[in-house]
């Protein structure tokens, strides 16, 4: 089964959101699993239109400690295959069996950060432009594995504010 999230309410009526990102550390997005779940994608990129100093971007598990988010509804969770399509045509709820949501536990846009005191690494730090992208798609047998009940971070320290978008492609 496979899931995609943004930073931001699944676009409608209006185009996908941007996130400011400030000059401070700031989480844009954080994903807690009911259940383990590999990382197959991730994706960012900024709204910068000048050569700059780079943005600091990390993806990053932090056992319970959760920053305070906007939660996620089900319907901001992308359903990617079939398997995920039929399980909830078939009555069942990605947020009460896969995702968990609430304001500390999955959602974008974070508005108070967690105070960490232990950090695993699922990929980078990168040094980004903010008028670059980065695409990182982990191979088969590579992908970062999020623990089941942990948080898993997005998280950029900007040296200037541009807004930001990024998305997790995740494989249950």
């Known amino acids: 089964m496979e899931l995609l999230l943004f930073n931001g309410p699944m676009q409608t009526t209006a185009a996908a959101q941007k996130v400011g990102t400030g000059t401070s550390i700031k989480t844009m ?45 089900a319907a901001d969770i ?19 069996s896969f995702v968990s949501v609430g304001t500390s536990a999955s959602g974008y846009t974070s508005t108070a950060e967690g105070t960490e005191t232990a950090v695993r690494n699922l990929a980078g730090p990168w040094l980004l432009p903010p008028t670059g992208p980065l695409i990182e798609q982990f191979p088969l047998g590579d992908e970062p594995l999020l623990q089941a009940g942990n948080i ?14 990024c998305s997790l492609k995740l494989a249950f």
């Open 78 to 96: 992308t359903l990617l295959d079939a398997e995920a399509l039929l399980f909830v045509a078939n009555g069942g709820s990605i947020t009460s």
């Open 29 to 73: 997005q954080q994903v807690k699993l009911f259940l383990q779940a590999r990382i197959k994608e991730f994706v960012c990129s900024f709204d910068g239109y000048t050569a700059a100093t780079p943005l600091q971007v990390e993806l990053i598990e932090t056992g319970s400690i959760a920053s305070t988010v906007t939660a996620y509804a």
């Open 152 to 165: 898993c971070r997005v998280r950029v320290t900007a040296p200037a504010g541009v807004n930001m978008t």
